[in-house]
């Protein structure tokens, strides 16, 4: 498989990541087995999102996951879980 076909193919993989609502602590907290060493946290999703903007393509570098010269798209799949407890009077 040439360079090109598995950039592009990365490019349409995404990363899957993870992410929790930490009760105790009030943050939201992403963490990822696809992308080595991912562990953050942000007091709210969109926060987290902007975050993870920036650590993925970092950690894949750092990983070795992506070459050092790599340009283009990165995708990476967000699913969130967060449980709540509603008091009804």
């Known amino acids: 498989m040439s360079e090109k076909v598995e950039l592009t193919k ?4 995404p990363y899957k990541v993870e992410a929790f609502w930490d009760r105790e602590a009030q943050v939201w907290v992403a963490q ?3 992308v080595p060493g991912l562990a953050t946290e942000a007091n ?3 926060a987290l999102t902007d975050k993870l903007r920036q650590i993925i393509p970092e950690l894949l570098l750092v990983n ?3 070459s ?3 340009t283009g798209a990165i995708a990476f799949e967000l699913t969130s879980h967060r449980q709540e407890l509603i008091q009804v009077a």
């Open 10 to 13: 990365m490019s349409q993989t």
């Open 32 to 34: 990822s087995e696809d």
């Open 44 to 46: 709210t999703i969109e």
């Open 64 to 66: 070795h996951l992506v």
């Open 68 to 70: 050092p010269d790599y």
